[in-house]
């Protein structure tokens, strides 16, 4: 790209959108952030209601890369992330109940929630919410962008970088470079019902989380055993992706009454109040480590990020969204 400052739109405000977008605008390009929902953070999402907080995507991240580990060192030296010190275990027999602990690498959390982290990266950027992008055109003066939301085109940019699940872009296949909607197309992405459940009293568990390897069921949380969390006692209950596979299309509703019969199970209560929320595409799985974690075509000035392109966790997210940028400012 030349040193000139150019325009540039990033669809999407999960982890490796607002990644991409902050290093791009770091560079010195005009950068604008799109974003469907009300707010930044995607899939690292928390839910607020009134006096209670919930993790309903992302539950914590690890550190592998040593690019990552400073990173998240960073984040931590400037209050945005901690260590998640909790009793994490997992199930061994729900009947008679039985878990062994999990030590595991360190866990690290978003504070105050999963969402904290993102929407104060967001926060430094020019970011558009409430703006689906349904389709892309070249126009003289570059892309234009056309939303759900509005009936004439947004301002014209020289550069787009899709931050979306790989679901999502397929949409976007009449403009996209028929290799990377194949392998869009080829990415696996497990579904994912999120129960949100409230107590009036902190529950009397010898555990705050436990991975869960069989029935409805495959991870519980409880909210308050994360840094800064605060309210009332609140747990977080993922449902197994073959279970949410079977029941995607069902009434969430009616899949509260089994979640909730499998979590009794294991620790005999009933909670107060229960939301839940459903998680289409929820976890991926990159069809192979292919070297470069983002698409960027210099000559159509389009490039792709997302978890998807690397290990389909938090830290790919961040990793792709760091390549594209590099990738982008590269040329
Ligand atoms: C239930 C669940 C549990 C998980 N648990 C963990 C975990 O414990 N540890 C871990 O490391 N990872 C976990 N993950 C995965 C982790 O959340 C993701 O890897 C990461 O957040 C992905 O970031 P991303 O930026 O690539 O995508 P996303 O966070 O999905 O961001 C994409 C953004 O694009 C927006 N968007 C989509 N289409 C459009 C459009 N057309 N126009 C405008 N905006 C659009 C979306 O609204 C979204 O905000 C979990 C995910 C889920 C759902």
């Given at each position: 790209m030349t040193q000139t400052k150019q325009s540039i739109a990033v669809v999407g405000a999960g982890l490796a959108g607002v990644t991409c977008a902050l290093q791009l605008q770091s560079a010195g390009h005009a950068v604008v952030l799109y974003e469907k929902?009300?707010?930044?953070a995607g899939r690292m999402s928390t839910r607020r209601d009134g006096d209670w907080q919930a993790d309903?995507?992302?539950?914590y991240f690890t550190a592998r890369g040593d690019a990552f580990k400073a990173q998240v060192d960073q984040w931590a030296s400037a209050g945005l992330v901690s260590t998640w010190r909790a009793r994490i275990g997992e199930l061994t027999?729900?009947?008679?109940f039985q878990w062994v602990a999990k030590p595991g690498p360190t866990r690290y959390v978003a504070t105050p929630g999963m969402n904290s982290l993102v929407r104060s990266m967001a926060n430094q950027l020019n970011l558009q919410i409430n703006t689906t992008i349904t389709r892309i055109e070249r126009g003289q003066e570059g892309w234009l962008l056309y939303s759900k939301e509005q009936d004439t085109a947004l301002p014209a940019v020289q550069f787009v970088v899709f931050a979306i699940p790989a679901p999502q872009l397929v949409a976007f296949d009449s403009v996209l470079p028929s290799p990377w909607i194949t392998q869009a197309s080829q990415t696996r992405f497990d579904p994912c019902w999120a129960s949100l459940v409230g107590f009036q009293q902190p529950l009397?568990?010898?555990?705050?989380a436990l991975f869960i390897?069989?029935?409805?069921?495959?991870w519980i949380a409880?909210?308050?055993?994360?840094?800064g969390r605060t309210g009332p006692e609140t747990w977080t209950l993922h449902a197994s992706p073959e279970f949410s596979a079977q029941t995607i299309e069902r009434d969430g509703q009616d899949l509260q009454t089994e979640i909730l019969t499998a979590f009794a199970q294991i620790t005999t209560v009933q909670p107060v109040w229960t939301q839940i929320h459903k998680w289409r595409y929820a976890l991926s799985h990159p069809a192979?480590?292919?070297?470069?974690?983002a698409l960027w075509d210099a000559q159509m000035r389009l490039g792709v990020c997302g978890d998807w392109l690397a290990d389909g966790r938090i830290e790919g997210a961040w990793r792709s969204g760091q390549a594209c940028a590099t990738l982008v400012l590269e040329g």
């Open positions: 929902s009300r707010g930044a309903h995507g992302a539950q027999a729900a009947q008679p009397d568990l010898p555990f705050d390897n069989e029935g409805p069921l495959s409880r909210n308050h055993s994360k840094p192979a480590e292919s070297g470069e974690p």
